[in-house]
């Protein structure tokens, strides 16, 4: 189980509070956002503006490191950085989506000084972002982008896994919605297949227990969830 943000029942989302909770619950993988200040400083953070969660019309790049630790999410926190985050929790594995281009050299910064690159899995919407941070860290492991996932879906659905091992081009993993519009995303077939060629597949982002055990029995790997309180007794239940 990937604990979506954290734990923010009684914490902000993506604030160290809200990691902390989630590892009191027993998580070990941690799902969070980078993105990157005017300083040039990885942050985590999953909007490009702090309207939703300080209720501020800025953006997270027009503002410092300084000035965002200065903001109050509540709980007594404010936002952290990514280097911040790894030492904190060095026992914690963390998925980390690369928001934009300009945080990918900042992550991978941070990556490096923390010694954290084997217990790192990094993402992003642009695939082409995914592999450069791949070739640029090839200590961690990478899920696929837009274009890896929608090639992938289109592999599942003639059951080639080596069409769908070549569109994942390096990635180890499928983080995909059960089901985008009208588009039913994990299937048995599009399960079977990845597995087949070696990928695992990850869900997003699942709360309710009994769509946790449906998926769990179709055979995904992994559950990106809000509710790792809910979701880690429910998998130790199964075990």
């Known amino acids: 189980m990937l604990a979506h943000r954290g734990l923010a029942l009684d914490a902000p989302e993506n604030t160290l509070l809200a990691f902390a909770s989630a590892a009191a ?3 070990t993988y941690i799902e969070t956002d980078v993105h990157v200040t005017r300083d040039g400083v990885a942050v985590i953070a999953h909007d490009p503006t702090l309207r939703r969660v300080a209720a501020r019309d800025v953006a997270v790049v027009e503002l410092t490191i300084a000035e965002l630790r200065r903001v109050d999410l509540g709980q007594g926190q404010a936002f952290c950085s990514l280097e911040e985050a790894l030492d904190g929790f060095p026992d914690l594995r963390f998925n980390i989506d690369v928001k934009v281009e300009d945080a990918a050299a900042p992550a991978l910064s941070a990556l490096e000084r923390t010694r954290a690159a084997s217990r790192v899995l990094l993402t992003s919407f642009s695939d082409r972002r995914r592999r450069r941070l791949g070739r640029a860290a090839p200590d961690v492991v990478t899920s696929a982008g837009r274009a890896g996932v929608i090639r992938s879906l289109l592999a599942a659905r003639l059951g080639s896994p080596g069409a769908l091992g070549a569109a994942l081009r390096g990635a180890v993993a499928l983080q995909v919605p059960e089901r985008a519009g009208r588009v039913q995303v994990v299937t048995p077939r599009f399960v079977e297949t990845a597995h087949r060629a ?3 597949v990850h869900v997003w982002t699942v709360n309710d227990p009994a769509d946790m055990t449906r998926l ?11 509710r790792a309180d809910v979701a ?8």
């Open 25 to 27: 619950v027993g998580a």
């Open 216 to 226: 769990l029995d179709l055979g995904v790997d992994g559950i990106v969830t809000d």
């Open 232 to 239: 880690l007794p429910l998998v130790a239940s199964r075990s």
């Open 198 to 200: 070696g990928a695992e």
